[in-house]
């Protein structure tokens, strides 16, 4: 049964089944015929693809922008005894956990795994910057979660804001090791886990069978937690499937039949070593939309890395969504590449977790993991061997908002809308004007200009800020809200990451928080 999301995109019932047969890009139903009406109440409104703009009437051109890695990196490596216990490689990785800001404790947490294939175990932090590994008493004596007999591969923890249950604030998804030897793609099941506090652990039993390198996260779009399920296909290789339930525990029952073909590479991925792979996915929400982060693999294959003892390439590739499953990607510069220099703690195996964005004042902080390996380690038992040992966490900081933006080539260049509808009285921008002045109009159904909310009438905003209120001379938008309308944006210089339209005189947004930040509560910008 078909059903309606509150921007007023319409999901398909079934939806669309990826066709693993060929390499073209996946469609994205959404951009090829969006609403008559576009909703944008909730959340700041991002350019990162068509969807809002009326490009026919449109002069700015879209800009897609990669953070910047902070020059401290590594944040975290492997230090404990835990981290550099033999026989596993030295690491420390978020890859089966994840990073957030937990606002119940006001602290940073980083669920991660000790040593390659080790140990879960817990990290904390005020800053975002250092980290602490608190003594806890699963393992006494270690920062330990689970106990040592249980090993991670791959998996995701997520804070759940909006359960009814703290009993179950804390979700699991812990998929342990493949076993040794052929068949090397072997389908096991995933272990499940519910925490209140996000130390002491309930096993809630198993998921699915799964391939290595599956993870999950919750769409409050539609309001369903979502399996990343990754299956061996004959064609594409590393691929992944797609389910969803109400539940997190609900999500993870599947038959390997009702799974739904749902993401690869494509011919607009660059090979390196060998053909594209799609390694891994993981998204989250971020204000209006969806983030994703698409793992590419260039190769090489993994016994020739493990000859070498050095780390396969993976880097990690922006993609949005507006619905959750389809995933728009036109932009393929690595977002956060590796460094592919003999030495580099970073030269391959670039991977995200769940959280994957974290707010911090005008800033998205966005945490990885990579690998150094080690050319000593060389093994035939490639658990053990050094192509997978030596791996830290870095970060990454970019602008907030700032995926993408709109920027003149011209004086008086324009973004138009599509026909939109809001509540809310205040307009807000995340803009920097390169020392010209922003306007913004409002239009009929028609494009007939508004009285009173004329570029003339606009008092615009000169300068750089990710929240600037833009006013007009005796009106705000209360008159509006609830109409079909158009807005008009006018920019001579600078750059335009995203507006939206709020009640709020702080320019709180109501979208969603991705993985949290200093001074955010629960799941959205309230």
């Known amino acids: 049964m078909s059903k309606t999301l509150p921007s007023g995109i319409l999901l398909d019932a079934p939806r669309h089944r990826a066709d ?49 890695k902070h020059p401290g990196n590594p944040i975290l490596w492997p230090e404990s005894a835990e981290e550099k216990e033999e026989p596993f ?35 904390t932090s005020r800053d975002g910057v250092h980290w602490e590994r608190p003594e806890l008493d699963v393992v006494p004596g270690t920062n330990l979660i689970l106990p040592k007999t249980i090993h ?21 998804l812990l998929r342990e090791p493949n076993p040794m030897g052929p068949p090397w793609h072997d389908h096991i099941p995933a272990l499940l886990f519910t925490s209140a506090d996000g130390i002491h652990w309930k096993d809630e039993g198993k998921s699915g069978t799964m391939d290595d390198r599956s993870t999950m996260y919750f769409n409050p779009l539609t309001r369903k937690w979502v399996q990343s399920i990754r299956i061996w296909d004959p064609i594409s290789c590393r691929a992944r499937y797609y389910n969803e339930a109400d539940t997190f525990l609900e999500s993870a029952q599947w038959n390997r039949e009702e799974i739904t073909p749902w993401l690869r590479a ?11 792979q799609l390694y891994n996915f993981d998204a989250i929400a971020y204000e209006s939309i969806m983030i994703g982060f698409h793992q590419i693999l260039h190769g ?100 907030r908002d700032g995926f993408a933006s709109l920027r ?25 004007t390169s020392g010209s002045t922003l306007t913004a109009q409002v239009l009929d159904e028609e494009g007939k200009v508004i009285p009173g909310y004329t570029h ?49 005189a702080e320019g709180k947004s109501g979208g969603w928080i991705a993985g949290g930040g200093p001074g955010l509560k629960g799941s959205c910008d309230n």
């Open 20 to 68: 693993f047969s060929h390499s073209q890009p996946l469609p994205v139903p959404y951009l090829e015929s969006p609403p008559e009406v576009i909703d944008i109440s909730k959340g700041r409104q991002l350019f990162v693809d068509d969807f809002l703009v009326d490009v026919p009437r449109s002069s700015l051109l879209r800009q897609y922008h990669q953070p910047v």
């Open 89 to 123: 490689p030295p690491c420390a990785i978020a890859k089966s956990g994840g990073v957030w800001f937990d606002d119940r404790d006001e602290l940073f947490k980083m669920w991660y795994m000790t040593g390659y294939l080790g140990y879960a175990a817990l990290a």
């Open 152 to 172: 991670p591969d791959s998996g995701s923890v997520v804070i759940d804001h909006e359960t009814d249950n703290p009993a179950e604030r804390y979700k699991m």
């Open 266 to 276: 494509d011919c607009l991925d660059h090979g390196k070593y060998h053909a594209p």
């Open 300 to 399: 090489p294959w993994n016994q020739i890395g493990e000859k070498t003892g050095l780390p396969k390439l993976t880097e990690l590739y922006l993609s949005t969504s507006r619905d959750g499953y389809h995933w728009h990607r036109p932009d393929r510069t690595p977002f956060l590449p590796a460094r592919r220099e003999y030495g580099s703690w970073e030269y391959g195996y670039v991977e995200s977790s769940a959280g994957m964005v974290l707010i911090v004042g005008d800033e998205l902080w966005i945490y990885y993991s990579a690998y150094a390996g080690d050319p000593t380690r060389l093994t035939e038992n490639w658990r053990i061997n050094g192509t997978y040992g030596n791996g830290a966490m870095g970060l990454a900081k970019m602008r």
């Open 408 to 432: 003149p080539a011209f004086p008086k260049a324009l973004v138009q809308t599509r026909k939109v509808r809001f509540t809310g009285s205040r307009f807000f921008v995340n803009a920097s």
């Open 456 to 504: 003339e009438d606009c008092l615009g905003f000169n300068g750089n800020s990710t929240c600037a209120e833009v006013r007009w001379k005796d009106r705000d938008l209360s008159a509006l809200a609830g109409r079909a309308v158009r807005l008009q944006i006018q920019l001579d210089r600078g750059d335009l990451y995203s507006f939206w339209i709020t009640d709020s």
